[in-house]
């Protein structure tokens, strides 16, 4: 096995992505000459030249667009956006073009499209590089949201969105870049379809995505000293949700927390809890908990910042409410 | 009417009502000359059945005033006898 | 949506055993069908439905015991929605109760102690299947609320599972039953006693020109007459026709008379003669012949045991002349009846040889005084002076 970090397999992937199609160029602000804002395209332009790795002006509708005009015309584009703060301003070629052409023409177009972006907080760069609006996203039919949070899924789940007919949106925990791991195996692709279990138990499931997988990989092992056995389930895919995962956990452990770094109120985790309520109502042993962030821009200083976000305590903390 | 009936044939007859109205009694070795009351345990709804049982199985009219008559097996062998001659 | 229970079968019947559904999942069943035979101390009983509708749920499964008021299936009602495959109990269980927040926990919100219980889905699914009561114990989940391990711990204390009841135990068991009831209405019930002689004459003498007129098939026993004149006397002194429960009487409208009837093998039941006042003496002989075929047959429908509202016992035909009963909780009354004799009998100034009854009554001094239940039998006693009115 390998050892590498999270930035090297995202770039391992995009390597790979561009060597084994001529249809797939990666564009976005500053990933050429500056090697990307989080380093993850660096030495690329060097290696695939500037009609494959091209800068593009700081204009989220506009490249984003020129993604979705490439990919109908037959290229196969990865877009990057910097932070999921700005992929706002691209909403309206997202939402209102790359999820509905299918739809709209009547199976005539689709959009293979793949837009990567950085999300979440924990490295103090404030309220507007720090948010999780993943979770919006995956409120979008037509699309599919992939959150990576281990190395492999970096680098494999790049090559299996460029697979897909339709819009494919990869959300990269910006904590996670500097983060180091093992890649498993020499898979070119992984799945992009299930939800995985990350460490087995029977005691209770704790339900995250992301960033947070590993907060919640910290909780168990700390739980884990008190004796209670908790499953953490890695959701990978956001959209289309394999409920039947959780529904087979929370079966099994009769609980469950889920932990999502975005806002509490209308979040990604509140939809979880609806899809535990109505699949697995008669098998909860006690309320399903949620962990999420505080109900404030994220803060800039790093106490407040710390505060503000799910930490492995608080989800301690939850486990132990829900166990009475 | 029917086939007269021997006198054997009408006592196991009798003998079949009463194990259907006293199931766990041993009519075998009942005593012909005692009432089935003393000997069975019967009450007055289950002496009621037996002569609701006679009178459908043999087609005879048994007015009240005759009851005392069938109370032994003797007493039913003689009514049912008199009653198809 | 309507919810099946393990009906009360008698006064302390605390638990039953299923032994068979009489209908499948998706069968349609009427008011009044049985449903089910359930397995008591005393006998299997046809148990009826209270509702008509489909069986949306068989919950229980044959041979399992549990107890009284616990949910066996579920029948949709004519008319009622079906509900989906994911949520079959939507109906029959609490809203989850709201997650905990930080907000909550600074507020330390007490759990309610009224209203419903405060039970985890899954462990009132799994009370539900083990027959626990889970009303009866003490949550340790979140915010008291019963837990899977509380459902637990209570199987492992109550683990005697019913065992299929043979003849021999069910006799034994009958008795455990009978000493249990008769213990309790001793020890709760403050009995006092009457009797008084009826005059038997007129009612025995209009009885023999009634059956004479009638075929064997349709002659009545006296003792529909004593039923009768019970039902009827009921009217005049409704306070002895009810039942005692949460510290007081509650009167009947209905007059359902228990009749004591003594089973071949040993032990006795005292199933209702439903609505016996409005009931000719034909009918409720029909029906009486009826019951005690079945009482003895073993075939009680649920209804039956559990509905009557006052016990009427006779033993005269034991040649007995006097019983003082004891009352069946939770009724109020038991009315005895002894044998007909022949005694010398003061009328007109002359003694005369008269065919005579002792009637008696139990009745309870929490409800009724001896005025009252002096004037009920004096009521009996008149009404089987007009044997044709009644």
């Known amino acids: 096995m390998t050892t590498i970090t999270y930035r090297e397999a995202v770039r391992s992937g995009l390597r790979e992505a561009l060597k084994r199609d001529p249809r797939v160029f990666l564009m976005g602000e500053d990933v050429g000459k500056y090697g990307g804002t989080y380093a993850c395209s660096k030495g690329l332009l060097d290696e695939f030249g500037p009609e494959r790795i091209r800068d593009t002006p700081l204009s989220e509708s506009t490249f984003v667009g020129a993604g979705i005009g490439a990919a109908l015309g037959g290229m196969r584009p990865i877009v990057e956006v910097m932070t999921v703060n700005f992929s706002l301003l691209a909403l309206d070629q997202i939402l209102n073009n790359a999820a509905t052409l299918r739809h709209m023409s009547g199976g005539q177009f689709n959009v293979p499209l793949v837009v990567r972006m950085a999300t979440g907080a924990g490295r103090q760069v404030a309220a507007q590089h720090s948010h999780s609006l993943e979770g919006w996203y995956a409120h979008i039919p037509g699309i599919t949201v992939l959150t990576p949070a281990t190395v492999t899924d970096a680098q494999g789940m790049l090559l299996a969105a460029l697979q897909e007919p339709d819009p494919v949106f990869i959300f990269e925990h910006a904590y996670l870049y500097s983060m180091e791991g093992e890649l498993e195996g020499s898979r070119p692709a992984v799945d992009i379809s299930r939800a995985a279990v990350r460490r087995p138990g029977n005691d209770l499931s704790l339900i995250t995505f992301g960033g947070s997988l590993w907060k919640a990989l910290a909780a168990a092992t700390q739980l884990a000293q008190e004796g209670i056995e908790a499953e953490v389930l890695d959701l990978r895919v956001l959209r289309p949700l394999d409920t039947g995962t959780i529904l087979t956990s929370v079966r099994k452990t009769h609980r469950a927390v889920v932990i999502d770094e975005a806002w509490r109120t209308g979040s990604f985790a509140a939809e979880i809890a609806a899809q535990i309520m109505e699949g697995a109502f008669y098998d909860l042993d006690a309320p399903v908990a949620r962990v999420c962030s505080e109900e404030v821009p994220i803060p800039y200083p790093k106490h407040l910042e710390e505060a503000a976000l799910p930490q492995p305590d608080k989800i301690v903390k939850a486990v132990r409410r829900l166990l009475g | 009417m029917n086939t007269p009936l021997s006198k054997d044939d009408t006592r196991r007859q009798v003998l079949r009502i009463l194990g259907e109205i006293a199931p766990e009694a041993d009519t075998t070795s009942l005593r012909p000359d005692v009432s089935f009351r003393d000997q069975l345990d019967l009450d007055s709804m289950d002496f009621l059945n037996f002569v609701v049982a006679l009178h459908k199985e043999f087609h005879i009219e048994i007015p009240e005033a005759d009851y005392p008559k069938y109370m032994t097996l003797n007493g039913c062998l003689t009514q049912l006898s008199a009653a198809r001659s | ?390």
């Open chain 3, 1 to 390: 949506m309507a919810e099946f229970l393990m009906p009360t079968l008698g006064a302390d019947m605390t638990d039953g055993t299923l032994v068979q559904w009489k209908k499948k999942e998706g069968d349609r069943i009427a008011k009044g069908e049985t449903i089910a035979e359930v397995d008591t101390e005393k006998a299997a009983i046809d148990v009826e439905s209270h509702t008509t509708g489909i069986i949306e749920r068989l919950i229980t499964r044959p041979g399992d015991k549990v107890p009284v008021g616990t949910v066996m299936a579920i029948i949709r009602e004519e008319g009622g929605p079906t509900t989906s495959v994911a949520s079959p109990r939507a109906v029959a269980t609490p809203p989850s109760p709201p997650p905990p927040s930080p907000r909550t926990e600074r507020a330390a919100v007490a759990p309610s102690q009224v209203g419903r219980l405060r039970i985890s889905p899954a462990a009132k699914k799994l009370a539900a299947e083990r027959g626990i009561e889970a009303s009866t114990l003490q949550g340790t989940g979140p915010e008291g609320a019963i837990t899977l391990d509380d459902i637990d711990r209570a199987t492992t204390a109550t683990t005697d599972i019913a065992k299929p009841v043979g003849t021999a135990d069910r006799q034994a068991r009958m008795r455990q039953t009978i000493a249990a009831a008769m213990a309790r209405s001793k020890r709760e019930i403050p009995h006092y006693y009457l009797s008084t002689t009826i005059d038997m004459g007129r009612a025995i003498t209009w009885l023999k020109d009634s059956n004479e007129q009638r075929p064997v098939t349709e002659r009545l026993l006296y003792g529909v007459l004593l039923i009768k004149a019970v039902a009827l006397a009921l009217r005049r002194v409704p306070e002895l026709n009810a039942l005692w429960k949460d510290g007081e009487a509650h009167r009947s409208e209905r007059i359902h008379i228990g009749t004591a009837i003594s089973l071949r093998q040993g032990g006795l039941v005292a199933p209702a003669l439903h609505d016996a006042d409005r009931l000719s003496l034909s009918e409720l002989m029909q029906n009486f012949q009826d019951l005690v075929k079945r009482a003895r047959a073993g075939s009680l429908r649920s209804s039956e045991l559990s509905d009557p509202t006052i016990t009427v016992t006779s033993l005269g035909e034991q040649g007995v002349e006097t019983v003082f009963g004891v009352i069946y909780p939770p009724q109020v009354a038991l009315v005895g009846f002894g044998k007909v004799v022949e005694r010398p009998w003061v009328a007109d100034g002359l003694v005369v040889p008269r065919p005579v009854l002792m009637a008696s009554l139990s009745a309870d001094h929490r409800v009724t005084d001896g005025h009252r239940g002096g004037l009920f039998l004096a009521e009996i006693d008149r009404l089987l002076q007009e044997p044709q009115s009644l």
